[in-house]
Nanobody
Framework: QAQLAESGGGLVQTGGSKRLSCAAS????????VGWFRQAPGKEREFVAL????????AYADSVKGRFTCVRDKAKNMVYQQMNNLKAEDTTVYYC????????????????WGQGTQVTVSS
């Protein structure tokens, strides 16, 4: 299947907000869940959040809990990640991907990775 596509990144000040979008162009999301990950230079890709496609159940990494919200919009065939109260340590590239296994948070369980979108939080 075709890769997903992220958008919405950019520069934001500390404490500000950004909304990232994840699209499955020209096809419906057919996976069990869509996840958001991020990877800073020289570091491993880490899980950020996920939403199950059927029920919209979500899960978050402790580092973003209470600040990030992951939602899916079935009508628009989109998944969003609303990021509030952004911190300098949130600066990195964000990716979305799909998994057929509900509840998984390791990158190896995900496929169809997008190219990523850079988020830079400045003080």
């Amino acid at each position: 299947q075709a890769q997903l596509a992220e958008s919405g990144g950019g520069l934001v000040q500390t404490g500000g907000s950004k909304r990232l979008s994840c699209a499955a162009s020209e096809r419906p999301f057919s996976s069990a869940a869509v996840g958001w990950f991020r990877q800073a230079p020289g570091k491993e890709r880490e899980f950020v959040a996920l939403t199950t496609w059927r029920t919209g159940t979500t899960a978050y990494a402790d580092s973003v809990k209470g600040r990030f919200t992951c939602v899916r919009d079935k009508a628009k065939n989109m998944v969003y990640q609303q990021m509030n109260n952004l911190k300098a340590e949130d600066t990195t590239v964000y990716y979305c991907a799909e998994t057929v296994i509900v509840g998984r948070t390791h990158e190896f369980d995900y496929v169809n990775w997008g190219q990523g979108t850079q988020v830079t939080v400045s003080s």
